[in-house]
């Protein structure tokens, strides 16, 4: 579903991403790991499309197509969804009239017709119900005055409605109490199906105790370093990230203008 | 380049207003108290002239092109054929209002109508209050608004020939709003019209009053309305000022409120048309108790400019005002808020608060915000903030990212900015219509679809 070939990413002049490999075929949930500043959010934002992220080297192909040359809103379109670390807070848009206007564009992409308002409500319903969210909150602003857990209940939320085929998550575990994290984790279960893959990306091993990944990868300085299975998370959570970076000979420092 | 307000252009432009003044006075006339009082208003335009840039209060507003047109008064103009259909785009639908409609500054009766009214409710063209009861307005009417040191009321107050009289008995409830459509238009010569309104709200009344300012292009006009607001105790009131005249209109307004004791009073200005619009609204709390919501929206693009001044004064103790005004400018327009808030010596318990907000939508684009707080009070509650700025990128990105194309994703996110204001409309069809008219100010705004 997703190929990442040699994926050479920089921010602000400074390379971030320094040769990505990844393939994530349907039905299996990747996790990505590692420290602080290592690339794992430039990472997820430059799938989403985030335009700061310059690209410098390599390719990403979604279903074959050439994600990097997409506009974001077509990849949302052709199923990308990237649940974000710091979702915004739009005042004076309601989140039932952002979800549907999305819906909708995603629907028109596909040559659809736009969803019937009484579906739309069932359908939204449902799925508020899985992540535990009450009926006043489609009303209000999106994501206004929101605590750091409905933040992130909304991101899966969205995530529910929307049925993307790629789902990237972006540290969906920062900022929740254990409560929160066990609804997100079961929202984000329930979603998992053979013809969906997962792409998690996060710090601490806590939310692959619930999202079980079939694969995981250290990312250290730009690279991937090491890839396993949910053992190797395991192993992170329990001896950190340092005895990685001794087994990994760390390349020559590029100079830094 | 912009043509510079020269002194010299303005003294004569300033003659002109005076001659004229002198050949339509007789025609103009009114009670022998009005008589002197028009004067008197000239005498204080004469000896004031209009302002020029190194007024303070007119620093970014140029009048230089106002000043070069040659605006002959209404009375002396012939009026234009306006129809009934002309004026449906002004209207809110299935809102149930009276209406009483103006052309330049003229009561229209064929474009005007009465729904049923509580007893003792009079809403009537002030010309025919005039003549029928001129010793009831002696009391109010030029009473609030000070001519003395603002040329514009000065003018108005010498040239006002007709407007609007709302009265509202003591604690009468006025369910429907009253609708005051003022329409601006030219045939051959530029036109200038000097409507006058007067409400008088009763102790314990309650009313809503919508004033729509409507005209069409190419028509050049000048409109220099003023409005005169007194709100007994216990009064509320609600009111709506909607700026919807063309591009090649000129329009100063000015609102002067005296509110009394534990009175309730809201204005709400939202500023879509004219080529030039200043706002200025000056409300007083003349006793304890009273509360004040001022809003404003002024959305505006092209070469449009529109400024909201308003100077809210805490003469009386424990009374509160809240002030909230958005801009959303666009192409190479301009947009002042310039808010004075005074807290009297004697005014203890004063909460206030206000907030600007500007949303540039271009580089040409401009605003100037000044906001302003005297406190010789000690025991009060007051802050005012005021913010520039452009389209959050994080948020237009989020929006993006989940399937809505950028430029629909750039105009949910300007109309959100609206809605804080919109939202506290509270007479349903008008902001409904509100919402509607931002959203088709919108670039490619039509796509949008239903309300957000």
């Avoid at chain 1, 990505?32 to 997820?44: C, D, I, Q, R, Y």
């Avoid at chain 1, 028109?108 to 308002?117: F, T």
């Avoid at chain 2, 310039?338 to 684009?365: C, F, H, M, W």
């Amino acid at each position: 579903m997703l190929e990442i070939k040699d994926l050479h990413v920089k921010v602000a002049g400074k390379e971030i991403l320094k040769g990505i490999d990844l393939s994530i075929n349907a039905g299996e949930v990747h996790a990505v790991m590692g420290p602080n500043g290592s690339g794992k959010t430039t990472l997820a934002q430059v799938l989403a499309g985030r335009v700061t992220y310059e690209v410098t080297g390599g390719r990403a192909r979604f279903e074959g197509k050439d994600l990097l040359a997409m506009k974001p809103e077509d990849r949302a379109r052709e199923g990308v969804f990237m649940a974000f670390q710091y979702p915004v807070e739009i005042p004076g848009v309601s989140n039932a009239y952002f979800l549907k206007a999305a819906l909708n564009a995603i629907r028109k992409y596909h040559g659809r017709e736009e969803i019937d308002a009484m579906d739309f409500v069932s359908l939204v319903q449902d799925k508020a119900k899985l992540l535990g969210l009450d009926e006043t909150f489609m009303k209000r602003g999106l994501n206004e005055g929101f605590s750091g857990g409905e933040k992130k209940k909304n991101e899966v939320f969205q995530m529910a409605v929307l049925e993307p085929k790629l789902c990237v998550l972006d540290e969906t575990d920062s900022g929740l109490d254990i409560d929160a994290l066990r609804v997100v984790a079961n929202g984000i279960n329930a979603m998992r199906s053979p013809t969906r893959a997962m792409l998690v990306v996060t710090h601490y091993q806590r939310l692959l105790d619930y999202v079980i990944p079939d694969f995981v990868h250290v990312l250290v300085d730009g690279k991937i370093v090491k890839s396993g299975d949910a053992d190797l998370a395991r192993n992170l959570e329990k001896h950190g990230y340092g005895w990685i970076l001794e087994e990994t000979p760390r390349p020559p420092q590029a100079a830094r203008a | 380049m912009r043509p510079v307000t020269t002194v010299a252009a303005s003294v004569d432009t300033k003659q002109t207003y005076v001659a004229d003044f002198a050949s339509s006075e007789r025609e103009l006339g009114g009670p022998e108290w009005l008589r002197a009082v028009r004067k008197k208003a000239i005498g204080h335009f004469e000896a004031l002239g209009f302002p020029t840039q190194k007024h303070e209060q007119w620093k970014f507003t140029n009048l230089a092109t106002l000043l070069r047109i040659p605006f002959k008064p209404a009375i002396l103009g012939r009026p234009g054929g306006v129809v009934a259909e002309n004026l449906d785009p002004f209207t809110f639908g299935v809102l149930k209002t009276s209406q009483l409609v103006f052309v330049n500054g003229r009561y229209a009766p064929r474009l005007s109508y009465l729904r049923s009214l509580p007893e003792g409710v009079r809403v009537a063209p002030l010309a025919e209050m005039l003549r029928a009861e001129p010793e009831t307005l002696e009391k109010h009417l030029t009473r609030y608004a000070q001519f003395e040191d603002d040329p514009f009321v000065a003018l108005n107050t010498a040239f006002f020939q007709d407007g609007a009289y709302v009265e509202v008995p003591k604690g009468t409830v006025v369910g429907e709003p009253i609708h005051l459509l003022f329409v601006s238009t030219s045939r051959d010569l530029p036109i200038v019209a000097h409507p006058r309104n007067l409400i008088l709200m009763g102790a314990g009344s309650q009313a809503t009053v919508i004033e729509s300012y409507a005209g069409w292009a190419p028509d050049v006009t000048f409109t220099n309305a003023v409005t005169e607001v007194a709100p007994g105790p216990g009064a509320v009131l609600d009111h709506y000022k909607i700026q919807r005249e063309a591009e090649t209109a000129f329009h100063i307004a000015t609102m002067t409120v005296h509110q009394d004791r534990d009175s309730s009073f809201s204005a709400h200005s939202i500023s879509l048309g004219g080529g030039l619009v200043r706002n200025y609204v000056h409300t007083l709390f003349r006793a304890p108790g009273g509360s004040l919501t001022l809003n404003g929206l002024y959305m505006t693009a092209g070469n449009q400019q529109a400024d909201n001044y308003t100077r809210i004064d805490h003469v009386a103790p424990a009374c509160t005002s809240v002030e909230l005004y958005r801009g959303i400018l666009g192409g190479r327009s301009r947009g002042v808020f310039n808010g004075n808030i005074y807290v009297r010596k004697d005014a203890q318990k004063t909460v206030a608060r206000q907030t600007n907000k500007n949303l540039l939508l271009s580089k040409e684009a401009f605003v100037d915000s000044t906001p302003g707080l005297e406190i010789l009070a000690d025991d009060v509650k007051c802050n005012h903030s005021s913010t520039i700025g452009q389209l959050d990128e994080n948020a237009v990105f989020y929006l993006r990212s989940r399937g809505i194309d950028e430029e629909a994703a750039r105009n949910i996110l300007t109309y959100a900015f609206a809605a804080d204001v919109v939202n506290q409309v509270k007479v349903a069809p008008v902001r409904i219509k509100l919402d509607q008219l931002i959203v088709s100010r919108l670039p490619r705004g039509a796509g949008l679809g239903e309300t957000l």
